[in-house]
């Protein structure tokens, strides 16, 4: 089993910049892609951006794309999302997910994806 926790949410003028870290413990060897999704009031979870064990494969949604960077430190058994240039249209509850599993000819953009996940992160962009 793998626990995920999030932290770094907040409020944040649009324009802005937030850091989210999801922190894993447990059986951490099975985070072989680890991913962020976002849901905002009233609509469905979607996927956001994803990067697998050694950093060197990610994949943004085009609605974030250039704005946000994914990144992961493995020594410390946690991801990140830099976020930069928010806008309020940004403002959802950030999950991060881990799948044990890493098929490079996956896009890993489904809930279905993902084994593990974290209870969120609120993140508001006021504009």
């Known amino acids: 089993q793998v626990q995920l926790l999030e932290s770094g949410g907040g409020l944040v003028q649009a324009g802005g910049s937030l850091r989210l870290s999801c922190a894993a413990s447990g059986r951490t060897s099975s985070t072989k892609v680890m991913g962020w999704f976002r849901q905002a009031p009233g609509k469905e979870r979607e996927f956001v951006t994803r990067i697998n064990w050694l950093g060197t494969s990610t994949y943004y949604a085009d609605s974030v794309k250039g704005r946000f960077t994914i990144s992961r430190d493995n020594a410390k058994n946690t991801l990140y999302l830099q976020m930069n240039s928010l806008k309020p249209e940004d403002t959802a509850v950030y999950y991060c997910?881990?799948?044990?599993?890493?098929?490079?000819?996956?896009?890993?953009?489904?809930?279905?994806?993902?084994?593990?996940w974290g209870q969120g992160a609120q993140v508001t962009v006021s504009s």
């Open positions: 997910a881990a799948s044990a599993y890493y098929d490079g000819t996956y896009y890993y953009t489904k809930e279905g994806d993902y084994d593990y």
